[in-house]
């Protein structure tokens, strides 16, 4: 598993409440992947991260928000969940060596909004 | 552009024969390509990579992909089903930049069944 952790790994939330997905990783490693799976969509990005305090955009980052104030802990946010937003979350690391491409993942966390 | 197509969403195979996935990739670069597996209610495990080494991978649990430039294809096989084969299998296309910026594109899935 890569050393990548996440939490909580199952919720349950109401629309319109905010919900925080917390990913931590063991290792330094510099980029941090948050994506959502859908059935008949794969996986999509949401936001990633390059660095503490240093995020960007994925395909599917409406209504999602993320902070990295260190190393270890990537942050997604949903600051008012929709049913739409009902998915299963995963984290993803890359290894630190810029000339690496493999991600690896976690367990995920399943998240329904009623 | 960037894209990847997972040619069939559903496999099935009895245990013992083989199995064959089936992904056609498209990149404006020279991409790595990835296979992943993932069991019901697991995350994603890396089965195999190619980066423009040798055409034909070798990954975990015996299966193998072959790329086919020409063909664009990146197509997973194995030469005999398990039991414990049976899982989500995604195809992932990977573009590398300068300054480490990547973009990946998933397939959307094929479920391999395996029938006693």
């Known amino acids: 598993d890569a050393g990548i952790t996440q939490s909580p790994r199952h919720k349950v939330t109401e629309t319109g409440t905010p919900v925080t997905l917390r990913c931590h990783q063991t290792e330094n490693h510099r980029y941090m992947y948050w994506y959502r799976q859908d059935p008949g969509h794969g996986l999509r990005l949401i936001h990633y991260?390059?660095?503490?305090?240093?995020?960007d955009k994925g395909e599917v980052s409406d209504g999602y928000s993320v902070s990295r104030s260190k190393t270890e802990d990537f942050l997604l946010t949903l600051e008012s969940a929709t049913s739409s937003q009902t998915s299963v979350y995963f984290c993803a690391i890359r290894p630190r060596e810029e000339l690496t491409d493999t991600q690896y993942f976690g367990p995920g966390t399943r998240l329904t909004v009623l | 552009a960037q894209s990847v197509t997972q040619l069939d969403s559903h496999v099935s195979v009895s245990e013992g024969t083989p199995v064959l996935l089936r992904c056609n990739y498209s990149?404006?670069?020279?991409?790595?390509l990835f296979w992943y597996v993932q069991h019901p209610n697991k995350g994603l495990q890396l089965l195999l990579k190619?980066?423009?080494?040798?055409?034909l991978v070798k990954g975990i649990n015996g299966f193998e992909a072959e790329f086919k430039k020409s063909e664009t294809s990146f197509h997973l096989t194995k030469p005999s089903a398990h039991m414990s084969d049976a899982a989500e299998y995604f195809c992932?296309?990977?573009?590398?930049f300068g300054g480490g910026y990547q973009k990946v594109t998933f397939g959307t899935g094929t479920k391999l069944q395996v029938i006693p």
């Open positions: 190619y980066t423009s080494a040798a055409t």
């Open positions: 990149s404006s670069y020279s991409p790595s």
């Open positions: 992932v296309v990977s573009d590398l």
């Open positions: 991260s390059y660095g503490v305090k240093d995020t």
